[in-house]
T-cell receptor
């Protein structure tokens, strides 16, 4: 069962523009959502998170938006930089520490 | 290095052999998670352990796979009688637990089955 879905396997944007990565989920009991970034041959690293009681969380160039009614969240990166090129995983948990990941979106930021 | 440590980084096994993957969580973390990433796929949850207890193994294959997190020492993911389909990257993550649900990942072990 794929409770967390990232329908775009890849995204390419120009340096300086906005990158928008999307994620949908099916389990309405999820109450915490996270984004991880992964470079080749490394483990995923935590990027930003949001609790279900909020609809937006911002950290520097990264903003996560949560739309609970649509069961949708997105990660905005602005301005995008070449070093942001990586695979981005969306993850969700139900509060008991179990986490479910999406399949990932490969972001390429072109100089 | 105070991060999550996994070893070995690369492991090559022939079909039918056993694979043992080790994970030392971050200092102070008592919760360990194992994930598998098949080529071109996302991270699949396998098992969640606390010291000496398996909390959730709903993602573990029913046969040949086992995991433990003993009172002393690293967590071990054990795969018996490996097959080619077991070839994947296996990631371990840890968290402090107690409501802090950000998981911190190791660099992974890439298992290749010949």
């Amino acid at each position: 069962d794929q409770q967390v879905k990232q329908n775009s396997p890849s995204l390419s944007v120009q340096e300086g523009r906005i990158s928008i990565l999307n994620c949908d989920y099916t389990n309405s009991m999820f109450d915490y959502f996270l984004w991880y970034k992964k470079y080749p041959a490394e483990g995923p690293t935590f990027l930003i998170s949001i609790s279900s009681i909020k609809d937006k969380n911002e950290d520097g160039r990264f903003t996560v938006f949560l739309n609970k009614s649509a069961k949708h969240l997105s990660l905005h990166i602005v301005p995008s930089q070449p070093g942001d090129s990586a695979v981005y995983f969306c993850a969700a948990s139900e509060g008991n520490n179990d986490m479910r990941f999406g399949a990932g979106t490969r972001l390429t930021v072109k100089p | 290095n105070a991060g999550v440590m996994q070893n070995p980084r690369h492991l090559v096994r022939r079909r039918g052999q056993e694979a043992r993957l080790r994970c030392s969580p971050m200092k102070g973390h008592s919760h360990v998670y194992w994930y598998r990433q098949l080529p071109e796929e996302g991270l699949k949850f396998m098992v969640y352990l606390q010291k000496e207890n398996i909390i959730d193994e709903s993602g573990m294959p029913k046969e040949r796979f086992s995991a433990e997190f003993p009172k002393e020492g690293p967590s071990i993911l054990r795969i018996q009688q490996v097959v080619r389909g077991d070839s994947a990257a296996y990631f371990c993550a840890s968290s402090p637990g107690e409501g802090r649900i950000i998981q911190y990942f190791g660099a992974g072990t890439r298992l290749s089955v010949l």
